[in-house]
Structure formats: structure tokens, C-alpha cells
């Protein structure tokens, strides 16, 4: 082989050389990526209540374009909203103790928020609303599987969901009342069970980070309106840094938080 390379003409042989070593060294001639031209946002949303901390899971968060000083008509609105606790708006319906205990167990807003499992239909802890549609269901459907899993067919629209489709339109009109100011659609996004989530692809500029109406939590309901500055940025480098949403003040946050204690309703 290296009588071969010596028969070459210096050229050729300095060409093949340079061939070699630049082939061999793929750091040498790597791309640097791409600088970030998009934002991203790592929410964590929690509140403290009495000594201990909690995280918010299961919550909606919504970015609407624009500061808290443009988005001030919207936020007072926000602020206005007169909404039934949970516990009062099934307590004015007669809902059963059972009931109310099973919703506040997982904090759902509807009946739809997680499986109804044997235990809320025959069991000790049975729910006389699920004892009540199961029985129906079963001249329905001829079959228990059947009839438990079917059941909230047979409750009424009120016990189904009313709470939240209560709540859904005041949303509706809040996002309505901000994408008519600010143009932009509203994004939104739902916290998993750590009271985290995320807002990708953002374009940079001011933000609005709010729950539009307030969220319930064991003694108190909490609405938040935050101004964030978004930025071009890389996921990686979005995750070391949190927008933290909490109801102890944040001097690094320009936040606007309301706190109410939840009333104490009719049994």
C-alpha cells in the first residue's frame, strides 16, 4: 500500500491525505444548531394550605396574548365571575352526602372525570344516585358490566354535568371577550398529576397565564392572571426554569391572585 501512495504525484497525494483526516474527524466539520426562534413554557402550579404545600393537578391554565395591564378589562371580568362552589351547587340540587364525597375524592368537576367502580354501586361506600341509575340500567341493558359501566346515561343532566358545563360557559365567554381584544387564539393546557404542563411553540412576547376562573381547593378557590415574558428558547433550557403559580406572592412573577375562602353551603 505505501509503495502504491508513493507512485502518486504530490497532489493526488496530499488531496487523498486531506480526504482521509477530514473524513476521519466528523467533529470538524459538524453544523452548530440552530439558534431557538420559538418559546416554550414549563407551568407548575401549586398552593399552599395551612403547612403544607400541594400540587395543582388536573387544572386548566390558558395563555392569552398580551400584558396584565392590556388584558385588564378581561381581568376584572374575570374577577367578577360568581360561580357556585361544587359543594353548594350539588347541595341546591339534593345531591346525596355519598355523592358529594365521591366527586371531592378526585376533585371532578362531572360524574365523566374517572370510572365508577363496583365498590360506589353495591359496595359500603355505594352512592345512592349510582344505586338508583344501576337498577335502571339493568332492565336497559340486561347485564351488571353493563349497566355499571352505562349508568350515568340514566342520571340527569344536572347530576351528569351541570357543574362544569356552569363553569364551561363562563370560560367560553371569558376566551370569547380575549381573542375578540387581542386577535391571537387562546391556548390552553391541563396540568397533570404533579401540577405540571407545558406551552410549546410559542411566539415570543407578552403573556397572560391565567385559570379564568378560580380554582377550588380544599378551603379556598384561587384565580390567578400572570404576566410572563416569553422568549426564544430550547425546551432543555425551559425546564430549569418554571413558571411557578402559587397563592404565596412571587416577587420574581407580576401576578394579580385572588383567594377566597370556599362558603359554606345548605346541607
Known sequence: MTKRLETLSPFIFGSLIAVIIFAGDPLSHAQSP????????????????GDVTKDLSRKRFFLIKGSLEENKALIEKMKQADLLSRDCYY?????SEPLIKWLKANDCESVYCREIEEEYVT????VPEFQAAY?????????????????????STELRAGFYNRRQEVINALVAQAEGASKPKVLSVMTDRKGTAYLTDLEPGSYTISN?????????SILWACEKE????DLATAMKRPVTL????????????VERPLPVCAK
Open 123 to 126: 359496595g359500603s361506600d355505594a
Open 135 to 155: 337498577r335502571q340500567g339493568l332492565r336497559d341493558f340486561r347485564t351488571p358490566e353493563l349497566a355499571r359501566r352505562w349508568l350515568v346515561t340514566n342520571l
Open 34 to 49: 440552530a439558534p431557538a426562534t420559538r418559546g416554550v413554557i414549563r407551568l407548575k402550579a401549586k398552593y399552599k394550605t
Open 246 to 257: 402559587s397563592n404565596e406572592k412571587d416577587p420574581k412573577l407580576k401576578c394579580e391572585i
Open 91 to 95: 347541595r341546591t340540587l339534593g345531591a
Open 230 to 233: 416569553v422568549k426564544a428558547v
Open 212 to 220: 379564568l376562573v378560580a380554582s377550588e381547593t380544599e378551603k379556598t
